[in-house]
C-alpha cells in the first residue's frame, strides 16, 4: 500500500464510510422515505438506547488508549458534550442535558417506560448485543485502529445517518421536541467528526497507519450494517 497525503487519505475514507452499505441499507432508506411507523420506531429507539447510552464510555476508552495528548484534547471536549457541557455557551456539565437524558425522551414519545425497572427490561437483538460489545472493546484495540471506528466510521456517518432516523420518526407523528436527540446531533457531530480529523491527521502519514484507519472504520461500519439487519427482521420492514 502506497501512502498518499493525510488530507487526501482522510477526505477519501470519510466519502468511502459514507458510501458503504451500512448508510445505504433498505432500513434506514424505509426512514428516508418515512415508511415506518411507530411501533417500528418503538422498535429502534429501544434497540438503539442499548447502543446509545454507553458512548461516553466509548469515548472514554478511546481517549484511554491514545498516547497523544494533542489527540487526545477534541476526545476529551467531546466527552464533556456527552455530559451537557458546551464551552462556546460557558455551559458546564448538566445532568438533564447528558445525551442519554435527551434520547430517553425520545424514548417516552414513543411509549417506552424510562424508569430503571422499564430501561432495564428492554432485551437487546442479538445483533444488538454484538454491536455494543464491539464498541465497549475499543479499549482493546491498536488506538489508530480505534480512531478510524469511532472518527470516519461513526462520528462522521451521524448527520447523515441521524437524518435519515429523523424524517422517519417525523413522518410517524413524532414532534419537533421528540426528534431533539437527532437533530442536535446532526449539527453537533460535524464538529466532532472535524475534531477526531484533527486529531487523527498526524498520524494519518504512513502508509501502515493508514491501513489501520481504513480497516477499523469499515470494521465498524460492517458491524453496524448487521446491526440495521436486526432492526430490518425485528421491525417487518
Not at 459514507?18 to 445505504?24: D, F, R, S, V
Request: proline share 5%; aromatic share 10%.
Amino acid at each position: 500500500m502506497i501512502s498518499v497525503s493525510a488530507d487526501k487519505f482522510v477526505d477519501d475514507l470519510q466519502r468511502d464510510c459514507l458510501g458503504h452499505p451500512a448508510l445505504n441499507h433498505s432500513y434506514l432508506k424505509k426512514f428516508e422515505e418515512k415508511k415506518v411507523n411507530k411501533a417500528q420506531v418503538k422498535i429502534f429507539a429501544e434497540q438503539y438506547y442499548c447502543f446509545s447510552r454507553h458512548f461516553s464510555r466509548y469515548l472514554a476508552a478511546l481517549i484511554a488508549i491514545t498516547p497523544d495528548e494533542a489527540s487526545r484534547a477534541p476526545l476529551i471536549k467531546n466527552l464533556g458534550e456527552e455530559y451537557g457541557a458546551r464551552q462556546e455557551e460557558n455551559r458546564d456539565m448538566d445532568p438533564e442535558l447528558t445525551h442519554p437524558a435527551i434520547f430517553r425522551g425520545f424514548l417516552r414519545s414513543v411509549g417506552i417506560d424510562t424508569s430503571p425497572e422499564g430501561l432495564d427490561s428492554i432485551v437487546p437483538l442479538p445483533e444488538t448485543k454484538l454491536f455494543v460489545e464491539k464498541y465497549l472493546n475499543i479499549r482493546y484495540l491498536n488506538y489508530i485502529y480505534a480512531f478510524g471506528a469511532l472518527g470516519p466510521g461513526t462520528e462522521y456517518i451521524v448527520p447523515q445517518m441521524y437524518t435519515y432516523i429523523r424524517e422517519g420518526c417525523r413522518g410517524a407523528g413524532l414532534s419537533e421536541d421528540d426528534v431533539l436527540f437527532f437533530s442536535a446531533h446532526i449539527e453537533l457531530d460535524v464538529e466532532h467528526a472535524e475534531g477526531i480529523k484533527d486529531s487523527l491527521l498526524p498520524f494519518a502519514t504512513t502508509a501502515d497507519h493508514q491501513e489501520l484507519l481504513r480497516a477499523g472504520a469499515m470494521d465498524f461500519l460492517d458491524a453496524r450494517t448487521v446491526l440495521w439487519d436486526g432492526l430490518e427482521r425485528a421491525s417487518g420492514l
